[in-house]
């Protein structure tokens, strides 16, 4: 494993979660030590498929794991295309993350660029996501007089998902819903 490509590091969870098999903890203590160092390498897709093999899976790789998922997908987020955004968001909102103010704002601007990109069930897949998610994290309180800090509060004080995104979501969601069998619909509640 120390050698693994990512290929591996991927296709390894990807083809479990595939199969709906978990090879224990004692095989995941042993392999998840190599997905944590090989996160930053991991293209924008490698780290959605992974994030969504692993929770698909049931296991929630512990918090140092996730925020680097977090920050390099915030990075990465432009080259994920609608189904591993879907996949990214799913995963993310079965583990209850809470993810940060700039995430969110590039999640927002990514899915609504691609919003008629997504199928009915991806789309299902994202909404369910955002729902599991939580708020973003209680902002530091501004120092006085320092425009950056109340900037950065502000920010932190917006909704997230926004008003603007949910709408524009939901417009999309009206078409490609509308018809989507129910095992498509029950994803969201899942």
Excluded: H
Excluded at 61 to 66: A, D, I, L, N, R
Excluded at 152 to 164: D, E, K, L, M, W
Aim: glycine share 10%; proline share 7%.
């Amino acid at each position: 494993l120390p050698r693994a490509s990512a290929r591996v590091l991927v296709g390894v969870p990807y083809a479990l979660a595939k199969l709906g098999r978990d090879p224990g903890a004692s095989w995941w203590g042993g392999f998840l030590p190599y997905t944590t160092a090989a996160v930053q390498g991991l293209s924008a897709s490698g780290l959605a498929v992974l994030a969504w093999s692993l929770a698909r899976i049931g296991l929630n790789p512990g918090q140092p794991w996730v925020e680097e998922v977090l920050q390099q997908s915030g990075y990465k987020m432009g080259g994920l295309a609608a189904q591993e955004l879907a996949m990214l968001s799913w995963a993310l909102g079965r583990w209850g993350v809470a993810a940060p103010a700039w995430w969110w704002e590039r999640f927002e601007k990514v899915t609504v660029t691609r919003r008629e990109d997504f199928t009915a069930a991806e789309l299902a897949a994202l909404l369910a996501g955002v729902a599991g998610m939580q708020a973003p994290p209680a902002p530091a309180p501004a120092v006085a007089g320092d425009a950056f800090s109340k900037q950065q509060q502000q920010q932190q004080q917006r909704s997230f998902p926004s008003a603007s995104w949910t709408a524009q979501l939901l417009v999309a969601a009206q078409s490609d819903l509308a018809g989507a069998p129910a095992d498509c619909l029950a994803g969201i509640f899942m």
